[in-house]
Nanobody
C-alpha cells in the first residue's frame, strides 16, 4: 500500500523560507508523477508543482514560479519542495501526491482529480 508522509511545515515570517519533504513508502516512485498541492481555508485545492519521472517534465503554478523548486530523489523515495520568499498568500495546508494518470508539463495546470495517492498534509503559515 502506497503511503505518503509530509514534513517541514511551520510558521515563518514573510520573506522567509521553508523546505517541505514527502517520504513515499510501499512502492518506488518509478512510473509516477509526483506533485505538491495546497489548500487554504475556504478555497479549492490548488496544484503548486509537479514532476514527471518519465520525461523530467516540470510544472509550477504562476504564483510560485521563481520562488519554489520541486526536487525528487528516487533513491530515497522523497519529493521535496524548497520554498523561498514566502508570502502570506502562501499560507495553506500543503499535500504531497502521486499519480500514474498524467505527466507534468510547463504551463499545464494539474487537477487533484487525477491524483490517487495523498499524504495527510502539513500546515504552512506565513505571518509576521
Amino acid at each position: 500500500q502506497v503511503q505518503l508522509v509530509e514534513s517541514g511545515g511551520g510558521l515563518v515570517e514573510p520573506g522567509g523560507s521553508l523546505r517541505l519533504s514527502c517520504t513515499v513508502s510501499g512502492s518506488t516512485m518509478d512510473g509516477y508523477a509526483s506533485a505538491w498541492f495546497r489548500q487554504a481555508p475556504g478555497k479549492k485545492r490548488e496544484g503548486v508543482s509537479c514532476f514527471s519521472h518519465s520525461d523530467g517534465g516540470i510544472y509550477y503554478a504562476d504564483s510560485v514560479k521563481g520562488r519554489f523548486t520541486i526536487s525528487r530523489d528516487n533513491s530515497k523515495n522523497t519529493v521535496d519542495l524548497p520554498m523561498n520568499s514566502l508570502e502570506p498568500e502562501d499560507t495553506a495546508v500543503y499535500y504531497c501526491s502521486l499519480t500514474t494518470l498524467l505527466w507534468c508539463e510547463d504551463n499545464s495546470p494539474i487537477s487533484p482529480s487525477f491524483f490517487g495517492f495523498w499524504g495527510q498534509g502539513t500546515q504552512v503559515t506565513v505571518s509576521s
